[in-house]
């Protein structure tokens, strides 16, 4: 048991894998709300654990709510509303991540990924405030969920290689440029339904994806900002000099003894110290 923890730990927090990291992080905060949520219904409580994400965790879609909420435009990307909301996202983010990553770098799915969310809330709130369909019942309206982070890798993926297939049960092998498209189709289509506003999301996210593909091709890494720059350090071939003692005087003893060390081996036996003496006396 402590092995199996401790090699989850690992893959989840160390390994540097960043699709392992997003899996394990979206899983334990689900597992431990989900907990917390049965306590308090056992407990015969009326606190919703519920509603208490959505309204300190979820991307609210008033403008006048976002100073005070601005942190879960990052926060929401993290909570699910129920299992099958956590395990269909979590199963896109595994088939499409792991093609993501035998192409790209661990900084670009970082990119990717929570860029996809930022812009998914983003075209959220827009959507809802600004189509007039929408803006007449904003009053508690929030939005959690990986979605757009999870359709940002997805549309990303299919991409940057848009003909490599997957084995889809039902259908066999498959293209992950049609199943990306499939994707997007649902969410569009998704915006008359009672969840447009996740369905908004989805779409920005993307588009998120879409264009950092389009600009990587063109030779522009958006993910560069996530590049950690090495420290300069200025290296000298050269020795530091060695500082000079400092005599105030010399003895004529210590003048006595240089002076037969140099008649009995020579000038150039002499210390650097013994030099520096002889010098000093040479000018008193």
């Known amino acids: ?30 597992l431990v709300t989900s ?13 919703s654990m519920s509603d208490w994400v959505r309204n300190y965790f979820g991307v609210p879609a008033r403008i006048e709510s976002l100073p005070t909420r601005f942190y879960t435009v990052i926060t929401y990307m993290f ?46 709130i ?5 189509i007039p369909v929408f803006n007449g019942g ?3 309206q929030t939005v959690i969920g990986s979605s757009a982070a999870v359709m940002a890798i997805i549309v990303a993926t ?3 290689v848009p003909n490599y297939s997957i084995v889809l049960l039902l259908f066999g092998e498959v293209k992950i440029k049609w199943v990306a498209i499939a994707y997007f189709l649902i969410s569009f289509l998704g915006l008359s339904s009672a969840n447009a506003g996740g369905n908004l ?3 920005g996210g993307a588009l998120l994806g879409f264009i950092f593909i389009k600009s990587l091709q063109r030779g522009n890494d958006w993910s560069g900002i996530f590049e950690r720059k090495p420290k300069l350090k200025v290296v000298r071939n050269e020795q530091p000099a060695p500082k000079k003692p400092i005599f105030n005087s010399v003895s004529q003893q210590e003048i006595d003894a240089i002076l037969d060390k140099i008649s009995s081996s020579g000038y150039d036996k002499l210390s650097a110290t013994e030099k520096e003496k002889l010098f000093k006396a040479s000018k008193d």
């Open 201 to 203: 999301a989805h779409i």
């Open 126 to 130: 827009a959507g809802l405030n600004l």
């Open 35 to 47: 907990i917390i949520a049965v306590i308090l219904f056992l407990g015969k409580t009326d606190f």
């Open 158 to 160: 299919a991409t940057l």
């Open 138 to 140: 904003l009053i508690g």
């Open 79 to 124: 909570f699910h509303e129920g299992f099958l909301h956590l395990l269909f996202n979590m199963l896109g983010l595994f088939w499409f991540g792991n093609i993501f990553m035998n192409f790209l770098k661990s900084r670009q799915f970082h990119f990717v990924y929570l860029t996809g969310g930022l812009v998914g809330a983003l075209i959220y």
């Open 1 to 30: 048991m402590n092995n199996t923890v401790r090699d989850l730990k690992f893959k989840i927090f160390q390994s540097g894998n960043p699709l392992f990291l997003y899996i394990g992080l979206n899983v334990i905060i689900f």
